[in-house]
């Protein structure tokens, strides 16, 4: 069994990616709904909101934060759990122990653990998952996306990079080893179509280009919920299930940057 099989059914098993699914669903369509060009919103206000919602309904989801379940009132618990969803984001909502999931940031990075297993966010401009470009993210995304390759599928990490090139991955690389094995959870949002894209894979420093992953599965292509949960369709659009060798949207540079700029990652 690959590393991407084990990783995959374990956190499909636990309910892990059901709750990631949900929260990233939640986020976006209440995104959607208060997103006006006429009243200012642009692509980085839309990205800013997206993400910051995104955290909020991951921490929900998996009861992390402030929505830890500690007062011992479950009213309460759930009042503030609930608060400002829909009624569809309330009777979709995974129904997850609370101590399944746990925050693990990295370097001030918001991050999420199950075991040994953790994950952390990127955003990127829709149609460019394939070629995220990790060189130009954090220090942290870099570390990550630098990590060793459990099942390298070709003879060096640094083939087809340039000297200079080698020389800043290996010095990346020589770093302390991170504590958990982590992942990344990728989205994307296009304002215009409504069309959305969330995967979870093993990132692929890729500082001369070339694909940014080892492995990445699409978490839209998966019913949102396991067992008796309900399992609604998107309440929006989404793209492609597939995308190895799809056409991919040009965008100018400046934009990504902007972008990155204003999704508040770290």
Request: aromatic share 8%; glycine share 10%; hydrophobic share 35%.
């Given at each position: 069994?690959?590393?991407?099989?084990?990783?995959?059914?374990?956190?499909?098993?636990?309910?892990?990616?059901?709750?990631?699914?949900?929260?990233?669903?939640?986020?976006?369509?209440?995104?959607?709904?208060?997103?006006?060009?006429?009243?200012?919103?642009?692509s980085?206000?839309?990205g800013?909101?997206?993400?910051?919602?995104?955290?909020?309904?991951?921490?929900?989801?998996?009861?992390?934060?402030?929505?830890?379940?500690?007062?011992?009132?479950?009213?309460?618990?759930?009042?503030l759990?609930?608060?400002?969803?829909?009624?569809?984001?309330?009777?979709?909502?995974?129904?997850?122990?609370?101590?399944?999931?746990?925050?693990?940031?990295?370097?001030?990075?918001?991050?999420?653990?199950?075991?040994?297993?953790?994950?952390?966010?990127?955003?990127?401009?829709?149609?460019?998952?394939?070629?995220?470009?990790?060189?130009?993210?954090?220090?942290?995304?870099?570390?990550?996306?630098?990590?060793?390759?459990?099942?390298?599928?070709?003879?060096?990490?640094?083939?087809?990079?340039?000297?200079?090139?080698?020389?800043?991955?290996?010095?990346?690389?020589?770093?302390?080893?991170?504590?958990?094995?982590?992942?990344?959870?990728?989205?994307?949002?296009?304002?215009?179509?409504?069309?959305?894209?969330?995967?979870?894979?093993?990132?692929?420093?890729?500082?001369?280009?070339?694909?940014?992953?080892?492995?990445?599965?699409?978490?839209?292509?998966?019913?949102?919920?396991?067992?008796?949960?309900?399992?609604?369709?998107?309440?929006?659009?989404?793209?492609?299930?597939?995308?190895?060798?799809?056409?991919?949207?040009?965008?100018?540079s400046?934009?990504?940057?902007?972008?990155?700029?204003?999704?508040?990652e770290?």
């Amino acid at each position: 069994m690959s590393e991407q099989q084990e990783v995959i059914a374990e956190l499909g098993d636990a309910g892990v990616l059901a709750g990631v699914r949900w929260a990233y669903l939640s986020a976006t369509a209440r995104s959607l709904e208060t997103y006006s060009e006429p009243d200012g919103h642009d692509s980085a206000w839309l990205g800013s909101t997206r993400y910051t919602l995104f955290r909020d309904r991951l921490d929900r989801v998996f009861a992390c934060e402030r929505y830890a379940v500690d007062s011992g009132n479950d009213d309460a618990d759930l009042d503030l759990l609930y608060d400002q969803l829909s009624e569809k984001d309330i009777t979709a909502m995974p129904k997850l122990n609370a101590d399944v999931v746990r925050r693990a940031n990295l370097n001030g990075s918001p991050g999420w653990a199950y075991g040994q297993i953790r994950f952390l966010l990127a955003s990127c401009v829709f149609g460019n998952l394939d070629r995220l470009p990790w060189s130009q993210k954090s220090q942290t995304k870099q570390q990550v996306a630098g990590q060793r390759n459990p099942e390298p599928s070709q003879p060096s990490l640094f083939e087809d990079l340039t000297p200079e090139e080698v020389g800043g991955l290996e010095m990346l690389a020589s770093g302390q080893e991170l504590d958990l094995t982590t992942y990344v959870v990728a989205h994307s949002l296009d304002p215009l179509s409504q069309q959305a894209e969330l995967v979870l894979g093993r990132a692929r420093l890729n500082a001369g280009g070339g694909q940014a992953w080892h492995w990445r599965y699409d978490l839209l292509g998966t019913p949102s919920a396991a067992g008796g949960r309900r399992t609604d369709g998107t309440p929006f659009p989404t793209g492609p299930n597939t995308v190895p060798d799809a056409p991919v949207r040009l965008r100018r540079s400046v934009e990504e940057r902007r972008n990155d700029r204003s999704s508040g990652e770290v």
